[in-house]
């Protein structure tokens, strides 16, 4: 039975993304290393895995988007709990985070909606958003 409308992309270069398993890992600190799924322009949103080795910190961050965070294995110390291997947490556009630490060597699936500010006691130190993901992912 024909379609009643041609539900072609108008884009012919539309594709699905692959990263396959054996896909470069992006050191970003001796304790950390990422490695970018996908990033998608159109919405400001990426998709990361992230290797932490037990006792690194990422420092204080504040949240301008939703994000999603699924624990693949090991620990995360995040404000005053402790997230384990298995546990999903959604973390809501404005939150504020104090340090967050591996407590042991985690991997952690990361999907989020928009921009993180990094700041320290002096402010603003940093910032990581897609195009932040897309140079890394490019690198």
Known sequence: MPLPQ?????????QDTLVRSDSAWIQQTPLSRVKVLWVGRETGTWASLHE???GYAAPPHKHLAGAHVYILSGKLQVRTG????????????????????????????????????????NGFTRYSNWEVMEKLRLH
Request: proline share 6%.
């Open 6 to 14: 041609d539900i072609r992309p108008a884009f012919q270069d539309i």
């Open 82 to 121: 402790t997230l384990n291997a298995g546990d999903y947490v959604y973390e809501p556009s404005g939150v504020l985070h104090d340090e967050t630490k591996a407590v042991e060597d985690t991997t952690y699936l990361f999907i989020c909606n928009g921009p993180i500010l990094f700041f320290d006691e």
């Open 52 to 54: 932490w080795k037990k």
